[in-house]
């Protein structure tokens, strides 16, 4: 199936500092990715749909100015976490679809100190 | 909107013991998604399911879709240690390749050796 990687896979970093994760597909094109926050025992939730050269779409709560997202290549979708506080502090999954299948990269867990 | 309710959140059986998880939603789908999470890791697809009371095998896994599409199951005969994780029954609103899923809460299997 199709790959997608995420790096860096582990983050630690002071508040008020800025974390950018980036999330490749290796061996297809991604018009759209998804990033994803997870928090311990609970499920995946959607923070936005990253869109290959235009705007990134926000759901409701999430905040566009401190999680930016820039998806400029078919293959490459950054998200930065700005001003970073503990409780941004989570495990951050992107996804790319491929032929109607989700493809997870392996995650990023930040720890903000 | 759409929701889909999972049931139950956790379950601890013993090695050798079957399993169950049941996706449930107030509104017909479109077709339904399973993926599963191993501690610490992301999320990988496992079956999709489009038909009205579909049933498909996965070796020991065994994955339904309700004559009403209003539900699914997951069945595991024999767990295993391999079988830990959480369960996603995940749905697959839209047409087209870039669409948002929306998540079940999970089903987190502990299985005693």
């Known amino acids: 199936g199709a790959v997608v990687s995420q790096h860096p896979s582990r983050v630690i970093c002071k508040s008020g500092t800025s974390v950018k994760i980036e999330c490749r597909s290796l061996d297809f094109q991604a018009t759209t990715m998804f990033w994803y926050r997870q928090f311990p025992k609970q499920s995946l939730m959607l923070m936005a749909t990253s869109n290959e050269g235009s705007k990134a779409t926000y759901e409701q709560g999430v905040e566009k100015d401190k999680f930016l997202i820039n998806h400029a290549s078919l293959t490459l979708s950054t998200l930065t976490v700005t001003s970073a506080h503990p409780e941004d502090s989570s495990f951050y999954i992107c996804?790319?679809?491929?032929?109607?299948?989700?493809?997870f990269g392996p995650g990023t867990r930040l720890l903000v100190l | 909107g759409q929701q889909v309710m999972q049931i139950p959140q956790y379950q601890h059986v013993q090695e050798g013991e079957d399993f169950t998880t049941y996706c449930n939603s107030s509104?017909?789908?479109?077709?339904i998604q399973w993926y599963k999470q191993r501690p610490g890791g992301h999320p990988v697809f496992l079956i999709q399911l489009v038909k009205s009371g579909e049933v498909k095998k996965q070796k020991r896994l065994t994955f339904q879709f309700g004559e009403a599409k209003k539900n699914s199951s997951l069945h595991i005969t024999a767990t295993q240690t391999t079988d830990v994780g959480t369960y996603f029954c995940?749905?697959?609103?839209?047409?087209?390749?870039?669409?948002?899923?929306?998540w079940g809460l999970g089903t987190s299997l502990a299985v005693n050796p």
């Open positions: 509104t017909t789908l479109s077709n």
């Open positions: 996804s790319a679809p491929d032929l109607g299948t989700q493809y």
């Open positions: 995940v749905l697959y609103p839209n047409a087209g390749n870039n669409r948002k899923l929306i």
